[in-house]
């Protein structure tokens, strides 16, 4: 036992004192299966820093008693709560002066790091003298605040630029982006990089002997945080942030900047400034709706359980998506066979699938395991032993109906058959299938590897079990899962659809591309609605208007409503509706006196808002946060907005139902506000 812990019991660290005189503190929340920093836990770090100031050992060790990680963070379900009742400023204290005890202990302190550590967990990190991390893939340390809407808030922001110098700092904050052991240990933010067995005794080596930074890394830290260099970099900082994440939708970055920019005096002059700072993010529109999308993520990724009892994939088309989701699969672990009706079709997609391997790992051996697991199949034979049979063929009903009744009777008797339509109704492909509670819709977005979300396709005689494999599924693919009906362009599709069609429409009208993107980007969209034709294709698009335009009443423009010329369907032939250079659009400039209609951006996003509300009336997903987190995750809907429905609530729904109806009055009745708008979802 250490001097002065006699008597004393803590809920969530336990302090233990080794033979070589270092304390050992274990880090475990109590009840929860992850380290997530909360008031009552830094209330008992600071009664436990208070007694190793008193008699010090001869160094600290902290250390996780979660095997999956460090410390995830602050407790951000906590943080809300005191949003709510305005409380944020004492939290942040209490977490400051906290780590600034830690800081201030008279005796080496070392951060025993394996797996994660994020945002709180880096800051205790930061306020020890030394850190040691395990050297393997599962390491990583961030700090991920900017992704809230705010930035660090609890000295990190203090800390972590004197520590490894301005430009690093800057590059973790204003991203949000987790390094690995590997470059956190490069930029100097980690002192040791160790394997797991040996972490506990790494760290009380270091504490009891200590380490000297190279001279490189203390000058940087020292010169990037110079007074006329920051004047001088902070502009820089501000312009490059501008080019991704506009002031008026993301403040934090440039909060962060500024504060770094006129940072000065000691430490608790320059925790005041983060504290400041950020009370003042943390209440805005954009802070609390970034949180809510953190949420809504949190939900979506507990869709599934951990076992889907899916090991082997069959892909059925080679063609873009069928062949990425069969590489995406092969790369996240399971054993994929691939089939087409030709083999140069086959060899395309393996060719695309080395490319992704190439991209994504470094390392030799892991690529050549993902391309092992990949395997073409010309005969289609692997459907025979595979647990999941996903069919990505062209976009029409009978053809799948054909396929279906080919495949289905060589599969196992417990396995799943999927298809990727973009917007068929399932129940215009069930009507042959032998075992209907084992057929749904894996629908998945393109490009596969970078869009997050899945909607999983349910209809009135699918299994729940089928729907739970499918989610179980899609998280082992590091993918976002939603539940959605089977009804024509399911959730997403039927959601953008009518703003891309707004969007050819204008385009149509002879409004400029650059224009019509232009508004969107400006309400906050990642890509501009006529960039996105193009990068769909717009044989898919046309594709998808053939569908839903009956279903939803609209009509379609010539760009849509006419299959494009060969060679001319966007960026996959490098001519669209722009011509498209290195895989980036070329769009001709305007003149610099054009004045785009002044209700463009109204034309493209309430058609969107509108559909978005028929949507959740017609119980298409279960509820409106569903709802939200689809559409952001599927689409990238501006997310600091919340999502549709959030927006409809701030926005208010009667202000935007009558924007609706003087559209409708000018342009036409695909204006008409859709049934729903009266439900109380929508209201605040």
Known sequence: ?????????????????????????????????????????????????????????????????????????????????????????????????????????????????????????????????????????????????????????????????????????????LTGRALSAKNARAIGLVDKLVDAAGLVDAAAALATKGATRPFKQRFLAWATNWWPLRQALAPMLAKRVAAKAPKAHYPAPYALIEAWRRSGGGIQSRLAAERRAVVKLAGTATARNLIRVFFLQERLKGQGGKDSGIARVHVVGAGVMGGDIAAWSAYKGFEVTLSDREQRFIDGALARAQELFAKKSRDEAKRAAAAARLKGDL??????????????????????????????????????????????????????????????????????????????????????????????????????????????????????????????????????????DRAARKFGMPMGPIELIDTVGLDVAAGVARELAPFLGLDIPDALAIPPEAGRRGKKDGQGLYKWTDGKPVKPALPKD?????????????????????????????????????????????PFRGGPIQYVREAGADALVAKLQALQARYGDRFAPRPGWDMAALRP
């Open 1 to 173: 036992m250490i001097a002065g812990f006699d008597g004393l019991r803590f809920r969530h660290w336990q302090v233990q004192s080794r033979g070589d005189g270092v304390a050992v503190v274990t880090i475990d929340r109590d009840g929860q299966a992850v380290n997530a920093l909360s008031q009552d836990m830094l209330i008992e770090l600071d009664t436990l820093l208070e007694r190793l100031a008193i008699d010090p050992p001869r160094g600290v060790v902290f250390r996780s008693g979660k095997p999956s990680g460090f410390v995830a963070g602050a407790d951000i379900r906590e943080f809300q709560e005191f949003d709510a009742r305005g409380t944020v400023k004492d939290a942040l204290f209490r977490g400051q002066q906290t780590l600034q005890k830690l800081a201030e202990l008279p005796c080496p302190t070392v951060a025993a790091i394996h797996g994660y550590c994020m945002g709180g967990g880096t800051e205790l990190a930061l306020a020890c003298r030394y850190r040691v991390a395990t050297n393997d893939a599962s390491t990583r340390i961030g700090l991920p605040e900017v992704k809230l809407g705010i930035y660090p808030g609890w000295g990190g922001s203090v800390r972590l630029p004197r520590l490894v110098g301005a430009p690093a700092a800057m590059d973790m904050m």
């Open 379 to 516: 005969p289609g034979d692997g459907a025979a032993d595979a647990d999941l049979v996903i069919e990505a063929i062209i976009e029409q009903a009978e053809a799948k109906r054909e396929l279906y009744a080919q495949v289905e009777p060589r599969m196992k008797a417990d396995a799943l058959l999927t298809t990727n339509t973009s917007s068929i109704p399932l129940t215009d492909l069930r009507g042959h299938i032998q075992r209907p509670a084992q057929f749904a819709g894996l629908h998945y977005f393109n490009p596969v590897a970078l869009m997050p979300l899945v909607e999983i396709i349910h209809h009135d005689a699918m299994a729940p079990q089928t729907q739970q494999r499918l989610a179980a599924f899609c998280k082992a693919l590091d993918k976002l899962p939603v539940p959605v009906a089977g009804t024509p362009g399911f959730l997403v599709n039927r959601v953008l659809f009518p703003y891309m069609l707004e969007a050819a429409t204008a385009f149509a009208e002879g409004i400029p591309g650059a224009a019509i």
């Open 594 to 638: 054009y004045q785009a209609p002044s209700d463009l951006e109204d034309r493209l996003v309430l058609p969107l808002l509108n559909e978005a509300v028929a949507a959740l009336h017609d119980g298409v997903v279960a509820d409106a946060d569903l709802l939200d987190a689809g559409v952001i995750f599927g689409t990238g809907f501006a």
